[in-house]
């Protein structure tokens, strides 16, 4: 057992560390490690500016998209390579939020399902950032029943026809293109009846609304299709073979490994550090303490379990089942740890403003954000059901919806 | 970064499962929790052929000097099996305080017989009815005599030497005593199969191990140690707990379906899956901690003993949940489980004085 680097890894970490030295935008810096919970706010920049422009400096020197072949705009470079990458990029890693969803998830399935001219076409310019992608599978009446998407397509010659909605589409306003996962057969049973497009965001027909959400931000979007039409030919997958395509997806919808994990520890510890309550400083408060040690265990957890994933990367295995802990384990935490800290505050607690709220208002910000965390990406909820039936191997629950036809099964409306 | 541990170490964890599993089943720890046995003679002989109890004690002193690595995989295995044997007391308290702050003589004399099995030893430290602090400490050490009671001994009934925290003059002191004329009372706890023994000490001689008045910090260096390798215990218990959770939940059929079909069941068991992969992701950095000496090792150490705590704790607990009414009987092996992991909570002082400890232990700016 051991934890330093091999010698080809740690002469390519000496690499990176050395060009990220000479190129990245340090007057940066200071704004991305403030900067936390909810959209980045950078004082004075454009945030899509800079992202992109940090996103082009490292295509062009061959650091986008470690993984992909160079081909399309990549490295061709190993797990742990990237891994490195991510490690040493550390808090500009932030700018590249807005590709995530692009490069992490429609990318694979592009270079699955897209035809070889289509991945030279989108690939490279993915990889790059001159265009962002974003990913349309979520409904109002599909978020984790998502194969009850009624978003419907309609082969009109040559085209299909998209009618329908989709809702909490990242970055939508930002995009150039997208993935999309439609209806195009209601007669048969959900998973049947579902194909997979890729469009032009620009497209004649579409409608992009921001959420204004709970914490009074807007991340996320609606889209309205309203007679869209998109080429067969951009069509991923065979016809009715979608909910196949979109396993693809959603499976590289996982924690990046080697990144940071928030989950509010060293913040709160901070605070307890400095705090006063009617005991005294917050930290030598007895039921302080063992919520402190509780969350500290979790945190040390989440980040020793991150390295067993980078220890199996680097001896070229697969990492194991225990990576699919992070997000449940995060998202509960981070909310138990600011409203345990507002807590501590007394009614002062409940000040958002910067200015005046200690932590500069981290805590606040975390708590409002905290329940978007235990539901994108997979709910609380839907979570345990994997653990329990993908890494339990426990049974599925019964579903009332099973071999029913699409436009029979019971909606409630 | 190699986060693993070696093959070679995972072979002798093998054997030792194996060895286990045909000879250390739930009968074994019954043959003690009903019958006149103490702890399962057998599975100690065993485990004394096969060089288990020498794992990490150096060969100069009779060891097999495979290091901790492979001692904390074997501490996994007798927490997955149970095994009602004086494993911990002797190994992971015994000679490790004789190992940490006995005398080269102290050493010579006790270590080789502690590695073969031939004498088991344990430590003594409780005195009152509460979690200990200096002040509770009223046995003495004088003129080379012990004189006093210690409430509750782990393995106190079989035990041949004893290592005991006592007052001398105006301190804390260690102290090694063999156990050949005390007055010993079996003393009832949650789970039987630990041992334990009320221990009064009459003019009993014994000799210094350490140095005098350093009893306190060197029972802390101690308990740190150990806390690892029963953390390794309590990871095995859990992950059997669950396991048997898992296996009955899919064989088990209410309403028509599997119970383990329900999703308040199964949600149950993702979250005793959960604190169980964080608390083997602390232990295996803990055991790096411990292996390397490192500076970490007391937070490491506290920080797997807390996760380890909360993860056995919880798993044996929701595995009897999970068997409904049956959990709850004494034939069903459930309460094994959770009696095994409520007496490992407390026997380096309970999980509240783990999170102070593992606070203390925290960095300034964390």
Request: with cysteine; glycine share 10%; charged share 20%.
């Amino acid at each position: 057992m051991e934890f330093s680097d091999t010698k080809e890894e740690a002469a390519f970490r000496v690499e990176i560390r050395t060009w990220i030295d000479n190129n990245a935008p340090d007057y940066l810096f200071e704004p991305l490690s403030s900067s936390g919970f909810g959209s980045i706010q950078i004082d004075g920049f454009d945030p899509m500016a800079e992202a992109k422009q940090w996103q082009k400096t490292k295509a062009e020197a061959g650091w986008a998209c470690l993984q992909w072949p160079k081909d399309y705009g990549g490295r061709g470079a190993t797990p742990i390579e990237s891994v490195i990458w991510n490690q040493e990029e550390g808090v500009y890693g932030q700018l590249s939020r807005m590709f995530i969803i692009g490069q992490g998830m429609c990318a694979p399935t592009m270079m699955t399902f897209a035809s070889e001219d289509q991945k030279q076409r989108y690939l490279p310019k993915l990889a790059s950032g001159e265009e962002v992608w974003c990913q349309l599978f979520s409904e109002p009446h599909g978020g984790s029943d998502l194969a009850g998407l009624r978003t419907r397509a309609e082969k009109d010659g040559d085209d299909w026809v998209i009618n329908g909605q989709k809702i909490w589409t990242s970055g939508a306003q930002h995009s150039d293109f997208g993935i999309l996962i439609t209806r195009t057969d209601p007669e048969v049973p959900k998973h049947r009846g579902l194909t997979m497009f890729f469009l032009d965001m620009k497209s004649v027909g579409i409608d992009i609304r921001p959420i204004k959400q709970a914490n009074g931000d807007s991340g996320f979007n609606e889209v309205y299709f309203d007679n869209v039409r998109i080429p067969d030919a951009q069509r991923l997958g065979e016809v009715g073979e979608g909910w196949k395509v979109s396993l693809t997806t959603l499976m590289n919808e996982r924690l990046a490994i080697g990144g940071s994990i928030t989950t509010g520890f060293p913040e709160i510890k901070e605070l307890v550090d400095q705090l006063r309550i009617a005991s005294g400083t917050a930290i030598n408060d007895p039921a302080v303490r063992s919520k402190l040690a509780d969350w500290y265990a979790k945190s040390a957890g989440l980040k020793n379990t991150a390295a067993r994933a980078i220890s199996a990367l680097s001896k070229g295995e697969t990492p194991g089942p225990e990576n699919s802990i992070g997000k449940l384990v995060a998202g509960g935490m981070m909310q138990d740890i600011a409203k345990f800290s507002l807590d501590l505050q007394g009614l002062s607690g409940a000040i958002v403003d910067p200015e005046i709220a200690a932590g500069s208002a981290r805590l606040q910000a975390m708590l409002m954000r905290s329940p978007a965390v235990r539901i994108e990406g997979g709910t609380d909820q839907i979570l345990r059901n994997i653990i329990s039936e993908r890494v339990l191997g426990l049974p599925e629950d019964m579903r009332a919806d099973k071999g029913i036809p699409f436009n029979k099964i019971p909606s409630g409306n | 970064m190699n986060f693993d541990f070696s093959d070679d170490d995972k072979m002798v964890q093998d054997q030792i499962n194996r060895f286990l599993r045909d000879n250390c089943g739930f009968g074994e720890f019954r043959s003690v929790l009903e019958g006149e046995a103490t702890y399962s003679e057998s599975v100690w002989r065993g485990l004394s052929e096969m060089g288990v109890q020498g794992t990490a004690i150096p060969s100069a002193y009779g060891g097999v000097e495979a290091g901790y690595l492979s001692l904390c995989l074997a501490a996994r295995e007798l927490g997955a099996h149970l095994a009602p044997v004086p494993f911990s007391s002797s190994i992971y308290l015994a000679a490790e305080a004789i190992q940490g702050a006995g005398s080269e003589a102290q050493k010579e004399e006790w270590l080789p017989k502690l590695a073969s099995g031939q004498v088991i030893g344990t430590l003594a430290v409780t005195e009152t009815v509460q979690e200990p602090v200096p002040e509770d400490i009223t046995t003495t050490f004088v003129n080379g005599k012990l004189n006093g009671t210690k409430l509750v001994v782990p393995h106190g009934l079989m035990a041949d030497v004893v290592v005991v925290l006592a007052r001398t003059n105006d301190g804390l002191s260690l102290v090694l005593a063999p156990l050949s004329d005390v007055e010993r009372r079996s003393i009832d706890t949650v789970d039987p199969t630990m041992g334990s023994a009320t221990i009064t000490f009459k003019d009993s001689p014994a000799k210094l191990l350490g140095q005098p008045h350093d009893g306190w910090s060197v029972l802390s260096t101690v308990y740190n140690r150990a806390a690892v390798m029963f953390a390794f215990e309590q990871l095995g218990g859990a992950e059997r707990a669950l396991d048997m959770a898992v296996g009955y939940a899919k064989e088990r059929f209410a309403f028509g379906r599997p119970i383990g079909s329900f999703q308040a069941l199964k949600h149950m068991m993702a979250d005793m899956y959960v604190a169980l992969k964080l608390a083997e992701s602390n232990c295996y950095y803990a055991a790096w901690a411990l292996q390397n000496d490192s500076d970490d090792l007391a937070l490491a150490a506290a920080t797997a003993r807390v996760s380890a705590t909360q993860a056995f704790q919880l798993c044996s607990r929701d595995n009897i949940q999970v068997h409904g009414g049956m959990g709850f009987t004494w034939e069903y092996d459930c309460h094994l489980y959770y009696r095994r992991s409520n007496y490992l909570t407390l026997v380096l002082g309970g999980l509240s004085a783990w999170e102070d400890k593992l606070v203390s232990a925290l960095p300034d700016a964390a």
